[in-house]
């Protein structure tokens, strides 16, 4: 069965520094892979998406996260973190396009002034 | 610019109450969505539909029924709510397969007393 586990359920990060977000899938073959947002009081909204196309996939406001076969994993990156950014993120996998899609449980993102 | 609206943001019932939540979408697309979403449980698939009058069961159905009556309008029925589906209900919407990029709405949270 498919599934996707996200790392940490509350990630801090002081404003500048580096954000790494965890998420490590279970697919039987090679999946769609998902990051959304959902900032407060909002739904989500697509961070980026990994289709097979290329391994490193870039997203919007600065995010990107790297598909790495080997290690079942598509943590999310950004370099340097704003306020801005303080939001929850899900990952999410899809195996086939028959398959619902899975999301983790989430992990909620802080930034120190 | 893609839109799902959702007819309430918040929503207070009473145990035993029949709840509507309304969802509509102005992208002509196929398929709908209604998750709850839970602290630390993510989002959950309560039921979806692929087209017009058509309806599946997601992983938690009981205690909900759907109807798509139009292409555009996905409604979520408590037949009679009780209080452990005190929520943030979520719909979305997507072209074609599961695979595509889900739009979602900004959720409507009920508290059933």
């Known amino acids: 069965a498919q599934s996707v586990t996200q790392l940490g359920s509350h990630v801090s990060v002081s404003e500048g520094a580096l954000v790494l977000l965890r998420c490590n899938y279970s697919?039987?073959?090679?999946?769609?892979l998902f990051w959304y947002v959902q900032y407060p009081n909002q739904g989500l909204q697509l961070l980026l998406k990994?289709?097979?196309?290329?391994?490193l996939v870039k997203g919007i406001n600065g995010f990107e996260a790297e598909f790495k076969k080997s290690e079942t994993s598509f943590h999310l990156t950004k370099p340097s973190a704003h306020m801005s950014d303080a939001a929850e993120y899900f990952c999410?996998?899809?195996?086939?396009?028959?398959?619902?899609?899975?999301f983790g449980s989430g992990t909620r993102l802080s930034i120190r002034p | 610019d893609v839109k799902v609206t959702q007819s309430s943001r918040y929503l207070v019932k009473r145990t035993g109450e029949k709840v509507f939540l309304e969802c509509v979408q102005d992208?002509?697309?196929?398929?709908m969505f209604w998750y709850r979403q839970d602290p630390g449980l993510g989002l959950r698939l309560i039921y979806f539909?692929?087209?017009?009058?058509?309806?599946e069961k997601g992983d938690i159905p009981e205690g909900y029924s759907v109807s798509r009556e139009k292409k555009e309008r996905f409604s979520l029925i408590l037949e009679s709510a009780s209080t452990n589906q005190t929520s943030m209900y979520l719909c979305?919407?997507?072209?074609?397969?599961?695979?595509?990029?889900?739009?979602f709405g900004p959720g409507t949270r009920l508290l059933v007393l």
């Open positions: 539909s692929y087209d017009v009058k058509m309806k």
């Open positions: 992208m002509d697309h196929e398929n």
């Open positions: 979305a919407s997507s072209l074609g397969n599961h695979q595509e990029t889900q739009y």
């Open positions: 990994y289709t097979s196309a290329a391994t």
């Open positions: 697919s039987s073959v090679p999946p769609y």
């Open positions: 999410a996998v899809n195996p086939s396009s028959a398959s619902k899609i899975i």
